[in-house]
């Protein structure tokens, strides 16, 4: 699947709310908000992340316009870290590592670190094919499943 990464806007907002309270979508996720269904929290996060120069954030763009997801660099450089939502219409399609790929041209420090929860096979696999290793692994408590979890680690370092 082709995509094309753009700054995010205000209208995109309502699309990264309802893949965020997907539930396959929080399930794969497992890392996420303790509430996603907290529309004001989300805001705020939103308004946060989009004020902040040090994160590189960028709407996910497919065929027609349509809004794929959204993807993101941050962190300090000696510790950045990509993350991505993708919305499951478009899962198993390419979307993700084309997003990726995409990201990591316009954030081209290196190292850049990455984690995935363990049973998420589909985004180790999209990390994988960007050039990630596995580094590490750790157990925490993932809100969406309401448990601990193992968590795979990962990093990018050419």
């Known amino acids: ?5 753009r700054e995010v806007r205000d ?3 309502p699309v990264f709310f309802a893949h965020s309270t997907d539930p396959e ?4 996720a497992a890392f996420t908000a303790k509430d996603p269904s907290d529309r004001a929290r989300f805001q705020e996060h939103w308004a946060r992340i989009r004020q902040d120069p040090a994160i590189i954030v960028r709407t996910v763009i ?6 794929v997801g959204h993807a993101s660099v941050y962190g300090p450089p000696e510790e ?3 993350t991505y939502w993708i919305g499951r219409p478009y899962w198993g399609r ?11 041209r ?6 850049v670190h990455a984690r995935a929860a363990a049973d998420n096979l589909g985004s180790l696999h999209v990390l994988r094919k960007c050039g990630f290793v596995i580094t590490g692994q750790e157990r925490d408590f993932a809100n969406a499943r309401g448990e601990e979890i193992d968590e795979v680690l990962l990093t990018l370092r050419d």
């Open 11 to 13: 209208t995109d907002l």
């Open 25 to 28: 979508g929080l399930r794969m």
């Open 106 to 111: 316009l954030a081209p420090e290196r190292p």
């Open 62 to 67: 497919g065929a027609d316009d349509e809004i």
């Open 1 to 5: 699947m082709d995509v094309v990464l």
């Open 94 to 104: 390419g979307a993700a590592t084309a997003a990726l790929r995409e990201l990591l």
């Open 80 to 82: 950045r870290e990509v």
